[in-house]
């Protein structure tokens, strides 16, 4: 062989390896049409949106994406449900501790009075409207 | 003009003929031009490289249908990752890259299985062997030169496949070993203790 190389190999031993590579059978060769019809329907499908599809989920940051989804869909769907209040329950609750209140009825009618108690405390020092 | 292999598809514009201009492109002009989603540019690179491709992968397999698959594969590889070549090496250079780490992956991959069917491509290639034509006058001669190759080849064979890389990218690509080590991604000096050993490892299997 007459390939000069930096190869550090004596011509016999470069004879050794060329006649090592000329033992190698001639493979069975393909029809080189079939080949590319093959090679070109390989693309295409390589190209088609659904193979995109596929690839780009293939990528990490897809994966890391939907891993991370699927883990709060999944938390999400664990969590101890909070029960919705139930108002009605509320109210009764309310009405309940309020019975006191109920008994004490005639009082608390009058309760309001006491709104007014800051005015009572000062009528005697309201001017006179005779002035 | 016809591409070599036959008149399937390939390098026909939509006129139904390759542009002179196409043919007389470099590798890595086609290449550039692939970048840009050129099928015509395309299927003349796969009609210039596809017997170089296949051959390659069949030595390294040894498989030939794992070569076409493998060999096809390096050219989708290239279609899709055309705009990654930089033009710092040759783009014979780069696509041996892409097709020698496809045919490494393909052995690493289905190694446990490979031992299973190994027998049946052994077979196949020992029948190849067999096949090959013995011309001359000396039959005695022929078929001892001829089991001189099968040994040959056998010894190849048994080499790490990193080793027999090297090997048929130097004596049967005709690589340097800098273009192999940039191939295989090692060393120079690797590439060169790959190929002393696989001289040492034939000439013992040649040791009478």
Redesign the interface.
């Known amino acids: 062989?007459s390939?000069p190389?930096?190869?550090?190999?004596a011509p016999e031993?470069r004879d050794?390896?060329?006649?090592?590579?000329?033992?190698?059978?001639?493979?069975?060769e393909?029809?080189?049409?079939?080949?590319?019809?093959?090679?070109?329907a390989?693309?295409d499908a390589?190209r088609s949106p659904a193979a995109r599809l596929r690839r780009w989920w293939a990528r990490p940051a897809p994966i890391a994406l939907s891993f991370g989804l699927a883990t709060a869909l999944l938390l999400f769907a664990l969590q101890p449900v909070e029960r919705r209040p139930d108002f009605a329950a509320v109210d009764e609750a309310v009405l309940g501790a309020r019975l006191g209140l109920l008994e004490h009825y005639r009082v608390v009618e009058r309760l309001d009075l006491l709104e007014e108690l800051d005015v009572i405390r000062q009528l005697d020092h309201l001017p006179s409207r005779e002035g | 003009m016809l591409?070599?292999?036959?008149?399937?598809?390939?390098s026909w514009t939509a006129e139904g003929r390759v542009t002179d201009e196409l043919e007389a492109m470099s590798d890595e002009t086609l290449c550039r031009r692939i970048a840009a989603r050129d099928d015509v540019a395309f299927?003349l690179l796969?009609?210039r490289y596809?017997?170089r491709a296949?051959?390659l992968a069949?030595?390294l397999l040894r498989h030939?249908e794992d070569?076409?698959d493998v060999s096809?594969d390096a050219?989708?590889r290239v279609?899709?990752a055309a705009d990654r070549f930089r033009g710092d090496a040759r783009f014979s250079t780069w696509f041996y890259r892409i097709l020698v780490n496809l045919c490494l992956d393909h052995k690493r991959r289905g190694r446990w299985w490979t031992r299973v069917v190994a027998r049946d491509a052994d077979r196949d290639?020992d029948a190849?062997?067999e096949?090959?034509p013995a011309p001359g006058p000396d039959p005695g001669d022929q078929v001892s030169k001829a089991q001189?190759?099968?040994r040959?080849?056998e010894?190849?064979h048994r080499l790490s496949p990193q080793q027999r890389a090297a090997?048929?990218l130097?004596?049967?690509e005709?690589l340097?070993?800098?273009e192999i080590a940039d191939v295989l991604r090692v060393a120079?000096a690797t590439?060169?203790v790959h190929?002393?050993r696989?001289?040492a490892a034939?000439?013992k299997e040649?040791a009478p």
């Open positions: 062989m390939v190389h930096r190869d550090d190999l031993e050794l390896l060329a006649r090592a590579a000329a033992a190698a059978p001639a493979p069975p393909p029809r080189w049409g079939e080949y590319r019809a093959e090679l070109r390989r693309l390589q | 591409l070599p292999g036959d008149s399937g598809m390939g299927d796969v009609a596809q017997g296949y051959r069949w030595s030939a070569a076409r096809q050219f989708i279609w899709e290639a190849l062997v096949r090959q001189t190759m099968a040959l080849w010894a190849v090997v048929v130097y004596a049967q005709h340097s070993t800098a120079e590439v060169r190929l002393h696989a001289v034939l000439r040649l």
